[in-house]
């Protein structure tokens, strides 16, 4: 039988909020409305792969180790042809030079959280006073950073309540450039990868300091999910065993046990009502399953449905936007990838895809030697049917005729897989107001909606931090016993799953869309909630900020001026 | 974590090790047994067949240029390339489409013991059902698979016409058929990589792609038979429940398996070393990508 499409208390009506988006960034707001008594209605346009997400008892993922049906066939990807998105780099390449999949994230109950490995290393205290740090700066010139208008104590305690909720493995201290930690986090690291031990010894010699990567997978049984075992396919995966604190299995299922939330999937909205003044929302305009129209009101509105699907939403909405703000500054991650490959098999596939990592290249802003360079990722190889594909497009550009037999060796030797690592490094993407989401005037969707446009260019800024430390990743290879190395080629058009920006957060209403508490600054009940709140990327994956940003909306929107009332015990 | 060569738990490894291989080769057999049901939860009659015989044949061999047979060591077409990609150009003879295979577990591996080790119970094979999907995934697949004029199109004028994989697959296989001056599958393999050259390219990328999936994925998708291919390639497959790395849930404790660590170096000997030729790609991407050889 199929998991259902409507999960909660399904008599409820009258609801305090509606939510677009079931994951890292709408999930936080159900948890925190129904904890606090509060009606939650979700829509959601993926689909639904849990058993008994709103049952106490029996929880199933139906998520398994299907490298087929998950990264080949795209189970809960954005198929790109019927919901495609397009793309220039810049508004004098024409209105686009590609229809497909831009920067896509996972469709489903839950959102990126299902898929990812979800690796959750806090933000510091400095990336939130980019503005002020990096001002005259001429690296950054040209650039839109500015300061986020909440700090690293103010979110402090809302890491801390995120750490506990979704159930986060870590070792505080660990990473000597962290930013304080009020608590502990609530399991210790698990396994460490060989892969991991490689590069720790050859970083020891370079004088990095390697540390167990916080991540919201369980290390021990808890909150009544199992401990991980370690099965490789983590990362482009669902949990079969629900190790793994998704939203979905955290959040989303706590609110749903209140009896007082609501969620809807393959539901797409199509837009908001916006009231004749556009300063209110009067409900929302979707398509349920059936492809069939559907109304749902709420007194209150949240877009969490990630960055460039807000930003549409919002654009499709006529959402008031004098100061053409709505989508401008889009950021992801400018990801600097070192591959290396070992003599010997490292079996970086067995494991999560990544347990340890460094912060050494994170950088000092306005230090030349040192620009702003990220968190580095100590990632492990994929499964076979990926593996296959790397050599096919390696084969291909060696000559035009397939060599199978060498196909078939690579395959048995696998450089690719068994003896691989992938030094993944994040990076500050300097926003630009000229990086941005609008509607595209003519690519549309196949029920008739326009799509997104992505226009977006990098800026010298980060392509330096690629410059300064795509060497220093090839050196610690070259010390941790690698025996080739080699930066992979970047795309063309960024592949990041990191996206945010599009409906920055600030003071003003000239360069920011919401308030510092998430508030549209022009609609008194449309609030954002996910990382389209982010004055600036950071250069650390964004998930754990966006959940903890994210409760701190809630707690704005519960108790105004005091949202740590929302996360008290 | 703490290798656990000092109990017994190689041996309960090693025992799960040979129930796996069991359990593989009774996928296998289920997995042949099924076409005509998938185990699905509501299974339609499924097509005679997609592809003739000689049809079925050509496709058999044009996998085995992609993977190619040696003794021992088996081809594309052994390893269920045929089946695998007849059952999806067929998906929709079925209810749900044979499309995605449901979750969470194959059966293949035992559930864990909770102390450490391996329980002797296996989970049902979720996978040997395939899952319903939303309405805008089906109008993806029915574009893939019968074309975008047949479908429906999006964006047309935009976005290139989408050719199905049906047509893509029966009019070149056809055209293969009928043109060559053998029968493929008798053919020497420089003479069918010839063939398999002359191949209009979109389907040349789709046996590139689709080849591997069937060799490599897991076997209800109908490849990889009694898991074939992952035993090729030294690779454990679908691993769930019992995973990689062993719980002990009255201490806290991890465990390495100790035919699979984590934490520590493979034991043994390499299966497969790396050869002269690998190393000479290796060096070709070095070079290509300003890279270096340490």
Known sequence: MAPPKILGNTALDGFDVLVIGSGAGGAPIADLFTRHGKKVLVIEAGANHFDNLDQKDRLVARYANDEVGMSSRGLIHTQSYVEPRTFRKNASAGERTFVGDVNGLPKTLGGGTVHADLKMPRFMRDDFHLGTLLKDDPLAAGAAFADWPVDYDRLEPFYAYVEKALGIQGARGSDPFASPMSTEYPMPPGAKMYVAERIEGGAKKLGYTVFPYPAAVNSRTYDGRPACVDCGFCSGFGCPSNAKGSTAVTMLRRALLTGRCQIHTETKVVKLLVNDAKTRIDGVECLGPDGKPVRFTASQYVLAASPIEDARIALLSGVSNANDMIGRCLTFHYQTIAIGIFEERVHGHRGKAVSHGFSDFRGKPRDPNKPLGGIVEISGGSGPVEEASFYARILKQLSPRFDGMRFKRLMQQSPGRDRITALVMQAEDAPQTKNRVDLDPAVKDLDGVPAARITFENHPFELRASEVYGPKLLALLGASGAKYGFIAPADEIATSAHVMGTLRMGVDPKTSVCNPDGRFHAVENLWASDGALFPTSSGFNPTHTIVALACHVAGSMLFPGSPERAIAP | ?294
């Open chain 2, 1 to 294: 974590m703490s290798a656990r060569d000092s109990r017994p738990l190689a041996a309960s490894v090693d025992g799960v090790s040979r129930r796996t291989v069991l359990r593989m080769l009774g996928a296998a057999a289920a997995a042949r047994g099924v076409v005509a049901c998938d185990g699905s939860d509501d299974a339609a009659p499924r097509s005679p067949g997609f592809f003739t015989e000689a049809e079925r044949a050509a496709v058999g061999a044009f996998a085995n240029v992609i993977l190619p047979p040696e003794p021992g060591k088996p081809g594309g077409a052994e390893l269920g390339a045929v089946a695998f990609i007849e059952r999806l150009l067929t998906a929709f003879d079925v209810t749900p489409p044979a499309i995605y295979a449901d979750g969470p577990y194959s059966g293949r591996f035992p559930l864990p013991d909770g102390r450490g080790g391996a329980s002797g119970a296996f989970p049902p094979n979720d996978l040997a059902r395939y899952r319903a999907i939303d309405r805008v995934t089906e109008r993806w697949w029915r574009i893939a698979l019968y074309g975008s004029k047949v479908a429906g199109a999006v964006n047309d004028g935009i976005v290139p016409e989408v050719v199905g994989l049906r047509d893509l697959f029966k009019n070149g296989i056809a055209k293969a058929v009928a043109g060559a001056k053998a029968p493929l599958a008798s053919m020497p393999y420089d003479a069918l990589r010839d063939e398999f050259d002359a191949l209009d390219p979109e389907l040349r990328e789709a046996f590139i792609e689709l080849v591997p999936q069937a060799a490599f994925g897991v076997p209800e998708y109908g490849g990889n038979p009694g898991g074939a291919g992952w035993s090729m390639v030294h690779v454990d497959g679908d691993v769930m429940p019992i995973g990689n790395a062993l719980f002990d849930e009255r201490t806290n404790a991890y465990y390495e398996r100790s035919d699979a660590p984590i934490v520590r170096a493979n034991p043994g000997a390499d299966p497969d070393p790396m050869d002269q030729g690998t190393r000479d790609i290796l060096a070709a991407v070095v070079a290509f990508t300003d890279g270096k050889v340490f």
